[in-house]
């Protein structure tokens, strides 16, 4: 499993249950086992993150959901959004709003793992072609 990517997903019986701790507390094993730990954060889910008009589970460390008591609750709306996020970072950075057209530029190929791209202002951006979710490359070492 060494170099592949994780989420945690998370259901607890009721708030205050746990969540964040039993995320915490995956990390070690998701670490001995050289899995890259890609948490949901709040860059693409602050609005779901903050909205404070429902119960719901999950938080910066993960999506989550509350089963309740006797475990008969289903997710809501909002918890099935926030897992839909973080399952989605998992596809990689996403191109900026006018970039991957060819209105936005041209490419042209340096070598085997960068692309330059020039836009209409002319200046050059490098993107690793075999990026990861987080920005880093898809095979990185974090020591």
Do not use: M
């Amino acid at each position: 499993y060494w170099g592949k990517y994780a989420g945690i997903f998370v259901s607890t019986g009721t708030p205050g249950g746990g969540q964040e701790t039993t995320a915490i507390s995956a990390l070690s094993t998701l670490t001995h086992h050289g899995i890259i730990y890609v948490p949901l954060g709040y860059k693409t889910a602050f609005g779901q993150l903050a909205n404070l008009n429902e119960v719901r589970g999950g938080s910066p460390w993960g999506a989550g959901t509350f089963a309740g008591p006797d475990g008969s609750r289903q997710p809501s709306a909002l918890e099935i959004e926030l897992a839909t996020i973080h399952g989605e970072s998992f596809d990689g950075p996403k191109p900026a709003k006018g970039e991957g057209t060819a209105a936005a530029g041209t490419k042209k190929q340096d070598d085997g793992t960068k692309n330059t791209t020039t836009t209409k202002a002319g200046a050059n951006e490098e993107t690793d072609e075999k990026q990861g979710p987080c920005g880093l490359p898809s095979k990185c070492s974090i020591l």
